[in-house]
């Protein structure tokens, strides 16, 4: 039977980017008739089924496998396209895969009666298509080009109200953004290609290629601090690390669906993975300017995330909180423990945003058009358990597991990244401690946020509708809960490990071990989850008492507030000095460009003109001039002799006589 | 009667024609044009197919195909001296794929003037004279023969600029025309220079053949441009050196670079949307060719002397260009300076003389080629409506022309260099050339390839804010209810003409081997004839 079925894992994999990339073509030519998406969540289920069992079961924990073909030659270099597939890859794959699935058939109900869907189910395909391309690509320059390509997709899906300006305003900042950091991804690529010679993955990364044995040697060279820094700054950009987080939050502007799929769980995730793919080129000085961002993203998203009112917001801040905690594994050394977060994280927060999206779609539903009320606004809420039960189920759940609460996969993720910073800074001593007693903190503001959510939205009354009988509220649809049950399924422990309390024992740390530079500290694997869970516990219980029995210690909107809701002015900053600053440069060069090089031409041009005036004066006036000078004084000469001939003989005889006076006055002075 | 001679003088029948043809079958002009157009476009398939990529060209007559070479002037001066000028053509990697580039751009161009009403005839003669010209340029490897088709090129667009441009049509026709010619003119000089000074080794005659004045051996012991025992000077600077700047400075107007690009913009908004097509889509590939082929080919220990200086115009080029373009109302014109800023790839790519680079900068050429020749073809589609292109004046264009949008979108997005499209390719290989050149020591600083690559990034910006400005958002015309009724969507027409350009854009982006190939051997020829000065 197994024999029947089989079939190469490279073909496989290949299949598996091939069905999103047939749904987006088929979607792209039918248009506007195939609006009930069923192709494209055919295509995705294809890749499930085939990333599933013929590319992700034959290869984890085995041999790696590599096809390539050559693409194009320029000069002596090959440049080859191709699949690599090992242990990271299959698991990217497999969960790109596994997340997608769902999302689409929450879509199917949730966008349903958009009069834009068929553009919806085009750019979900053409994204699933890139980002399963992107896992699997087997070199830099393939890489990026999917890389940009998902980043397209997620402009698309920013933008898809594209009537709002808002939404084009945030796809626009993505873009840009995301440019930034994919100019730092190429010239990572031109330095390693100068240096090098290759841009194959195997061929750098593999452990038996010769090239890598040497990237140790090559770390103390000024080239690969800057080739560490610029792809750093690619993975910054994507993973919306600070300063570059600034285009996520706006990107909510999306369909929730997109947000849960591609602003949470896959594509922004695709900065942590770059990371890890290119891991041995960073030096020390580069890992730890990569922890200390790392830090400083997650402890101002959590920081930031406290005060939004907006649903989408709260959990936006959280998931640049959780990939500074993913960039900080990366940064002491630990990136599979950043992998094992990443993919715990991209269950439980893509359930978050599915959970949150069923929320507004229900809000929006109960909300009369006229009102004009934000159904996104959780001041708006509270008391929906009575009315959405699953979904306030799925939701804690998720929200445990982002809290990190014991029996969730999140605990097991997060306390291995807790844990290895730990161990790094013992090791270190004395100011590196700063960085893992800051992620314990990071971790209390997390269970405090994400608390604070659930009880203003599921708990006390509602404020907008004050006869609580009121039956505007359901539970949200079917198409739409089971999808998000399955992925609360997956936020507990049990998928990763059976031991509910040790992350060693993942299956998942397991195939991506590796060797870190620190020693392990037993006494930490103990001590480290209680800290953690009674920290949360309180935070937890803070917000009981804050927002459900109406403690509230402080003033309503205190200077903190304000500053963490408006992201400590840093939107602000960057429009003032950045934006404005190129607008005026550009407005001055062209100015510039108008008045003094053009001026220039125009002004050559003036000249010319003028010395042809001056030319044409003196040609008329001067040379034109003495020519009729010279006819004008023998015309007058002429003209004066003239007279002499008038005929009369005394004046002829005078004339004649008064000549020959002359000649002989000059004969007798001479 | 070789194949680049029925290639280059079809059109010029054609126009022969079209001038014979009584009033009253005027209209038909067009038809012959399309005809001898698409006619050289399946020749230049043909010649594509038929292409060796093994063969290098450059400065080897012998690895040249389609070659035909006929003796046209031979004039005996003096006792000894003889002119030796030659009908001279041939194709190598560099000439092949401008040669494909250019007969798509024209096949472009003759779609987008189908609506003209103004004088048809002279209209398409002077379109087919104008191709010939080109297609000479192209192919002409006497610089005599190039110097005559590369004059010619002027005379058609002066006037289809002059007479069927828009307002300031007459000044934009006369400081473009004056412009080159301020650089033709000088160049005429140092042909005249190379010819007294280059002889050919088997008459022993003075020659005006480039292939010889590529080969040292063939200069005079002291002549002007001599390399060994060169003396000559002009104002304190080398011969050679002077011949090189005059060389280069010609070119240079044509691409355009900053700071001889204000002929650019004037000319794209006053000329008709076709003449736009092909003077972006062509007529500034004429420069990067000629400084490849010209200026790298006859000087190459000039061209590594002065590459740090190319590199540095060719950076200037690019940010100055895409700031330009950012602060620009005028859709027309914002494209106009987007090309001088994608040009400066060419520039850059060039200059660092590695084959990433140069490789990287033929394809932008021809990636520039057809993709400028959209935009500008797209933005003639909402003047021909409504007779306004500020940015400022539409909103919302997504919902009210979806189809156009999205015609809009793509272009763009393979214009800021989106992988997947060819502008990319050709981007990003001058970046890893520059980045390159520090490594095999032809000397461009990285800051240089860091300076590019902002470019990268601001031809997002300005793109991307367009779009916003005018396509998203709700819908809203400063012309209102008139204009709303104008605006139709994009007809077959001009579908027709779009699905090709951007098609080549996408294929290309996917399989730039169908570039690479023909162009690799090439390349590598030309820069490994510079890299012995290095």
New interface residues.
Partial sequence: MMNLLHISPIHASLAVLLFPLAAFLYQALRGKQDQSGIVGLLGILLSTAASAFFVFFPIWQQTPVEATAS???????TFSAGILLNNLTVLMQLLVCIIALPVHIYSRVYMKGDPGIHRYWMYLSLFCFAMLALCVANNL?LM???W??VG?ASYLLI?FW????A???AN?KA??VN??G??GF??G???V???MGTLNLSELFGKQSPLFEQIPLWHTERWMTYAGLAFFVGAMAKSAQFPFHVWLPDAMEGPTSVSSLIHAATMVAAGVFLLATVFPLFNESILLVIAIIGTITALTASYFALAQQDIKKVLAFSTISQLGFMVVAVGIGAWNAAIFHLVTHAFFKCLLFLCAGAIIHEMAHAIPAAAKVDPQDMRNMGGLRRFMPYTFILMVIASLALAGFPLTSGFLSKDSIVIAAFEWAVERGGTYLIIPIVLVLVSFLTAFYIGRMIFKVFFGKPKLWSDEKVTVFHEAPKGMWIPMAFLGLCSLFFVFSFNPISHQNAALMQGLTLLTGFQPIDSLHMFIPIVLITGSAIGWWLGYRWYVQGKYPFQENNAWVQHAQKQAYINEFYQFIIVRS??Y???G??WF?HYI??G??NGA?SVTRAVGRVSAWVDRNLVDGLVNLVAQTSYYAGHLLRWVQNGRLQNYMGFAFTMVLFGILYLVLR | MGFLSILIFLPLLAALVMLLLPKSAAGSAKYLALAATAGQLLLTGYLYVHFDSAQAGINDVNSFQYVEQLSWIRLQIGADKLLEIDYFLGLDGLSLPLIVLSAVVMLMAIGASWNVTKSVKGYFALLMLLNTAVMGVFCALDFFLFYVFYEVMLLPLYFLIGIWGGVRREYAAV?FF??TLLGSVFMLLVIVGLYFSVTNPATGANTFNMLHMMNPANYGEESFFGWVRNFHEIFGIPARLIGFAILFIAFAIKVPI??L???LPDAHVEAPTPVSIILAGILLKVGGYGILRICIGIFPDMAALSNWWLGLIGVISIL?GA??A???KDLKRLIAYSSVSHMGFVLLGIATL???GI??AMFQMISHGFLSAALFFLVGVIYDRVHDRDIYNFR?L??HMPRYTVFVAIAF?ASLG???FSA?IGE??V??G???S??VGTGLPRWM??GG??G??LS??YF??T??RM?????RFKGGEEWATALNDVTMREQIILYPALALAIILGI???LV??PL?ES??RL?SVVSSFL
């Avoid at chain 2, 396509?471 to 819908?475: D, K, N, S, V």
């Fill in positions: 693409w194009f030659t320029v000069g002596k270099h320059l990026y080009v999917f940009e390509l397209f933008g594209f009537t709002k300006d939404a084009v305003q626009k873009f840009i440019r930034i994919d100019i190429l010239i690529i031109a330095l290609y100068a240096h190129t607008l440069l550009s407005r060069l062209y460009d090089v053009d220039l031409t041009a | 400081k004056i412009y900053v700071p690009h204000t002929w100055y700031f330009n950012l602060a620009q590695t084959t990433e490789s990287g919302g997504a919902s997005f989106l992988p997947g990319f990003a290989f970046i890893i520059a980045f390159n520090e490594s390839a860091v690559s902002i990268i990034l997002a910006v991307l804010w779009l916003q396509f998203f958002g709700q819908t399989m730039p081997s690479f190939t690799n390349v590598m820069v």
